[in-house]
């Protein structure tokens, strides 16, 4: 990388050092005396142009995804990209692509994470808004500029999720009723729509479904917080105190619709998972990263089907063992845990089905997933049939070896799970 104070660029015709790390990849900057000891080391591929100050953008932004606390790597890279702007200003001959500005646009983006806890909120918010705007219109121009690019698109989508619970959700309150004046579902919707899957930027496109998903756990729980803080107050232990949005509060129609987001999210996982399946054979043998991001996949998928068959699931081990009501032997409730059996146990089969996909064979963690996902499929089959026993002794015997392999760390799952067979 160019041989410049981090993030400053003061001399763009600075001699450039290289230096090869053991692997032969790596180039690193060395310290200029502004810079004191500042010292970055960037990972770039044998096939790239060390010298060519785009290359060096995008390594400096890897740097810092690896590194997500480094607030002086993020300072960095704003500072390389501002630059840039003002290079290419006074020199046509430089050109910058789509890349640079999915660069410049997520790290405006990411400095909103850095602001101080300011004793005036009303302060940092503004400044918040002004650095996801900032975002978003470096976003829009460089979309403008290269209509094409799909990476941009799936840049805007970033952006809004990082700024949904950041900017807005963090602010509100269960009493809320200005629907209007955030319009959250449009901006959820807005999101969704500019997100695609980019050949060569998978990583990215997960990155962007994991703050989907942690949206939507959000949204869910979003009362949560307000129900425990009522039961703190009470002097009643037992009493339960249910709170519901508004109608117009700012998530309720989100809230109405999350049914309908995890079959999305579900969907894109799963199209992401088999397009990395289907390059699995294209690559090298030393390159293991696209293999390891299948496996993330994979596992966030088996935890996202886990959590789809929750409900069911207990709905379905209420109605038939629970309760000494006679009222559960009757037909409708029979009828009713059957059809939530029928529900879940689809569910669960898929959850299995990848967190196999992404078991490791040396960590023992990524075996008792699977062993416990093949437990929730035992508890669903009908009570003492072959299904459930077969699922037991299977879950069983998983158990075991990661229990024997991690010294003892998972005897009392074992053991619980021996206790009630």
Known sequence: MAKRPLGLGKSSKQKKQKKEGEDGKKKSVEPSPEAGQNQIEITLDENENADDELVQLQGLWKTFLEDKENQLLLNGVVHECDRLLREQANDEKIKLNDVFHSIYAQALAELTVF???????????????????????????????YPESKVLSLIKSKIILQRIPLQYIS?????????????????????????????????????????????????????????????????????????????KHPLKKIKNQLGDNYKWLESRLVHLFNSLSETKPKQEKKDDSGDELSKQVASTLGQLYLK????????????????????????????????????????VQNAIKYLEEARVDDDPQTWVDVAEAIIDLGNLYDYESKEQEESYKKAEDILRKANKAAHGKYQVILDNLVENQ
């Open 308 to 347: 789809l068959a929750e409900e069911p699931s207990k709905t379905f081990a209420e109605l038939m063992y629970d309760s000494d009501d006679e009222e559960q032997t009757d037909k409708k409730s029979l009828k009713k845990a059957k059809k939530l059996q029928s529900e879940a146990i689809p569910l």
């Open 171 to 247: 602010q509100l309150t269960v009493e809320d009723e200005n629907e209007e004046k955030y319009r959250l579902h449009e901006l959820l919707e807005e999101a969704k729509e500019a997100f695609l899957h980019v050949p060569g930027h998978e990583q990215l496109a997960y990155d962007v479904m994991l703050s989907f998903y942690d949206l939507l756990d959000i949204i869910e729980t979003f009362e949560d917080k307000e129900e425990l803080e009522e039961g703190l107050d009470s002097d009643d232990e037992e009493e339960v105190v249910e709170i519901e949005l508004p109608k």
């Open 115 to 145: 602001l101080a806890e300011e004793d005036d909120e009303e302060k940092r918010y503004k400044q918040m808004h002004e650095f996801f705007e900032a975002a978003l219109d470096r976003q829009r121009l460089g979309a403008e500029k």
